[in-house]
């Protein structure tokens, strides 16, 4: 990366520390879960393999989606990145199920609001 | 969405959507909302995934902290795995 600027170094700092902290707080859970401590530098080593890992997956969904003649990346971009390991496709599979009926209900809950506020309007319009 | 007690230890939306904007080569690509809840789930199995197998590597040497020599040996499998 050659090109980036320092503001967009400095973006890229403060997301590492986002990642460090989620990792942190990851890692220290499942440590006490098993009586076990992760120490400080395989918290680090594991936050930036994850900065990385996150490099390489942001360049393939890009590439999906141009491939797809599309410039924004959707979940079937994101399905194809998790091609390689059949349980994690699975299991991406199932989450993308759920989003999408989780939209699919905010959506229907919406347009019911909707007609709602209209059988109001008109109520009042009777009044 | 059923969000578990897993998933609140996950990243947030938002900075996996503006990591993922930052890494494109073009600046006119953009990330759904959908994708970039998705690309959370996908990444916390990543972190996941590297700490159990860390974990399980520092079981197997019989040592009850976590140092880099496991994560090390992990490392290379971890890559290939996804």
Redesign the interface.
């Given at each position: 990366m050659s090109t980036t600027t320092d503001e967009e170094e400095r973006q890229l700092q403060r997301l590492k520390a986002a990642i460090h902290h989620t990792v942190g707080r990851l890692c220290q859970s499942l440590g006490e879960n098993h009586q076990m401590e992760f120490s400080r530098p395989v918290i680090a080593a594991i936050t930036e393999t994850t900065f990385r890992q996150c490099d390489v997956f942001a360049k393939d969904l890009e590439a999906f989606a141009r491939h797809a003649k599309r410039s924004t990346v959707s979940m079937e971009d994101v399905k194809l990145a998790a091609r390689r390991s059949t349980a994690l496709y699975n299991f991406i599979q199932s989450k993308s199920e759920e989003i999408a009926s989780a939209n699919q209900e905010q959506r229907d809950k919406k347009k019911s609001g909707v007609k709602r506020k209209n059988k109001d309007t008109e109520a009042e319009a009777m009044e | 969405?059923?969000e578990n007690s897993s998933t609140e230890?996950?990243?947030?939306k938002e900075?996996?959507s503006?990591?993922?904007t930052?890494?494109?080569?073009?600046e006119?690509?953009?990330?759904?909302a959908?994708?970039a809840?998705?690309?959370t789930?996908?990444?916390?199995?990543?972190?996941?995934e590297?700490?159990?197998r860390?974990?399980k590597q520092?079981?197997s040497e019989d040592c009850?902290?976590?140092?880099?020599e496991?994560?090390?040996k992990i490392?290379p499998q971890?890559?290939l795995?996804?």
């Open positions: - | 969405m059923a230890l996950s990243f947030k900075t996996v503006k990591l993922l930052l890494f494109f080569r073009e006119r690509t953009r990330v759904s959908d994708a809840l998705l690309m789930e996908m990444l916390y199995v990543f972190v996941e590297a700490a159990q860390t974990m520092a079981e009850d902290k976590m140092d880099i496991h994560f090390e490392l971890l890559l795995d996804f």
